[in-house]
């Protein structure tokens, strides 16, 4: 959640305003590696490759830099344990907690009409073709 100190300090974001950070808020949190991220760090911490797999075919590459841009926005934090080899564990923040209920709605909705959009999908095709 955004604190107060925060908001005074930034101000409030207008996503109608094309020079809007909030812009690049929604791009992050619409990624649909983050929507991934945030479902599986939902049920508690997780490690790189436990995320990688509960994805299933995303690159390392990619998984790497979505977790370092959701480090770097707050919504995720890395522990890195002193062992060997180095076990590095991902936790979503309070504020990255925050986005577990609008991100499973969403999730939910694309769940239950996926055959209707589908189903326009092919007709479109059809129509068009």
């Known amino acids: ?6 908001e005074e300090l930034f101000g409030r974001g207008n996503v ?3 020079d809007c950070p909030t812009r690049l808020v929604l791009d992050r949190i619409g990624d649909k590696w983050t929507v991934l991220v945030v479902l599986l760090l939902s049920d508690g911490p997780r490690r790189f490759t436990e995320l990688r797999d ?6 390392p590459k990619v998984l790497t830099q979505t977790l370092r841009r959701l ?3 707050g919504l995720v934090s890395r522990e890195v344990f002193a062992e060997v080899p180095p076990r590095v564990v991902y936790t979503l923040t309070p504020m990255g907690e ?4 609008p991100i499973r709605a969403v ?3 694309a769940e239950e009409h996926m ?3 589908s189903a ?3 007709g479109y095709d059809l129509n068009s073709a």
């Open 98 to 101: 925050s986005l577990i209920k």
């Open 16 to 18: 109608f305003d094309p």
């Open 54 to 59: 509960g994805i299933g075919r995303v690159a």
């Open 71 to 73: 480090e770097r926005d």
């Open 1 to 6: 959640m955004v604190t107060n100190a925060a």
């Open 107 to 109: 999730t939910e909705w």
């Open 120 to 122: 326009a999908q092919h």
């Open 115 to 117: 055959p209707a959009i």
